[in-house]
């Protein structure tokens, strides 16, 4: 069953994301929809804050991937995939040794590899009311 949570300030993304990884303990793959400036990577700033990332959490939009690492020196692996022109892109950066690592990997813009991502991936859409006041954070 689908969870549905409304944001009105990225101060509660903090509980928002806490919720997320909690309620998908075994989950490894979080896939993020959204228009451009949704708060997707807003969003994973915020996971990678729970998850104790002691990097700085940016888009990776021109490396595609950027690596961050935990206190406990686990790798959180952040993809931005809109600059991706076709899925086979990600065949030459080896994305089975990330998504197979058995270690998070957060997706932006997942659309553009759809056939690529594993069946247990967790889908995580981001809507921006029509004024833009607030945010509907389903998964």
């Not at 903090?14 to 990884?21: F, G, P, V």
């Not at 991937?65 to 022109?85: G, M, P, Q, W």
């Given at each position: 069953?689908?969870?549905?949570?409304?944001?009105?300030?990225?101060?509660?993304?903090?509980?928002?994301?806490?919720?997320?990884?909690?309620?998908?303990?075994?989950?490894?793959?979080?896939?993020?929809?959204?228009?451009?400036?949704?708060?997707?990577?807003?969003?994973?700033?915020?996971?990678?804050?729970?998850?104790?990332?002691?990097?700085?959490?940016?888009?990776?939009?021109?490396?595609?991937?950027?690596?961050?690492?935990?206190?406990?020196?686990?790798?959180?692996?952040?993809?931005?995939?809109?600059?991706?022109?076709?899925?086979?892109?990600?065949?030459?950066?080896?994305?089975?040794?990330?998504?197979?690592?058995?270690?998070?990997?957060?997706?932006?813009?997942?659309?553009?590899?759809?056939?690529?991502?594993?069946?247990?991936?967790v889908h995580v859409s981001i809507l921006v009311s029509a004024d833009g006041s607030q945010r509907t954070i389903t998964f």
């Open positions: 069953m689908a969870q549905i949570y409304t944001c009105q300030s990225p101060d509660e993304l903090s509980t928002i994301a806490a919720r997320l990884i909690e309620h998908h303990a075994n989950k490894r793959i979080f896939a993020f929809h959204g228009e451009m400036g949704a708060g997707k990577t807003t969003f994973i700033k915020k996971i990678c804050e729970y998850l104790k990332v002691t990097d700085t959490v940016s888009s990776p939009t021109y490396a595609i991937v950027n690596e961050y690492f935990t206190r406990d020196e686990a790798s959180i692996y952040h993809f931005d995939l809109y600059r991706i022109k076709a899925w086979t892109e990600m065949l030459e950066i080896g994305y089975e040794d990330y998504f197979y690592s058995g270690n998070y990997c957060l997706l932006e813009w997942p659309e553009k590899i759809v056939n690529l991502l594993p069946e247990e991936a």
